[in-house]
């Protein structure tokens, strides 16, 4: 769930030096947002709202969403491995019970297929690996772009010029709470989000086959 975190606050820095410029280049004054409203309360120049990451990816469903989905898979890809990893441990306790009852061919033989097996066991394990982190990746850019398109969306209607993300510990120190669109932005997505579940749900009801 970093990486929206993480692109959105590429947003900040640019941001932020524009800012510092306005301020001691006696440039536009900076006007709250009523936060309470619809509208914000325009800029000469640039209207500037934000958005509590935190906040978002902790109230917005879609990321309770993404995080079941992903539990779901690596649990799923566990099981598998530990099924592979358990087999494997069995051939090599037999392999170990019976060594002395074989001949050094023979053993030597059964050795080298239990390292191929190894081998191809460390091999599995790296691809599921690679499978859930490219599942993620794939989820998070699903989120990233929902929550890109509302903002866009949002912006327009609203008069914003720039949205940035903020959260504590970000490059950001202090933002005004009258600047904080985050509860709007989040009552926005999750109705979105129940529309398009809704949509979703009557949409297989009407494909069902009649008894």
Request: charged share 30%; no cysteine.
């Amino acid at each position: 769930m970093k990486n929206l975190s993480v692109v959105l606050n590429v947003i900040l820095v640019i941001a932020v030096a524009y800012l510092f410029y306005v301020q001691f280049s006696g440039g536009t004054e900076i006007k709250e947002i009523d936060s309470d409203g619809d509208m914000p309360v325009a800029f000469d120049e640039v209207s500037i709202a934000y958005v509590n990451s935190d906040s978002l990816l902790a109230n917005y469903k879609l990321t309770e969403e993404i995080a079941n989905k992903l539990a779901v898979k690596q649990s799923k890809f566990e099981k598998e491995y530990q099924n592979r990893a358990e087999g494997l441990q069995s051939e090599i306790n037999d392999f170990q019970r019976t060594a002395a009852n074989l001949t050094v061919a023979q053993g030597k033989a059964l050795e080298e297929n239990l390292m191929k097996k190894q081998q191809n066991l460390m091999r599995y394990q790296e691809s599921l690996s690679t499978q859930l982190r490219q599942e993620e990746a794939k989820l998070n850019e699903d989120l990233y772009d929902r929550v890109s398109a509302f903002l866009k969306d949002y912006g327009k209607k609203h008069d914003l010029q720039l949205v940035l993300t903020y959260s504590r510990g970000s490059g950001v120190l202090y933002a005004n709470e009258g600047l904080d669109i985050s509860k709007q932005v989040i009552d926005g997505l999750n109705k979105e989000y129940e529309s398009s579940k809704t949509g979703t749900t009557e949409k297989e009801e009407s494909t069902e086959t009649p008894d």
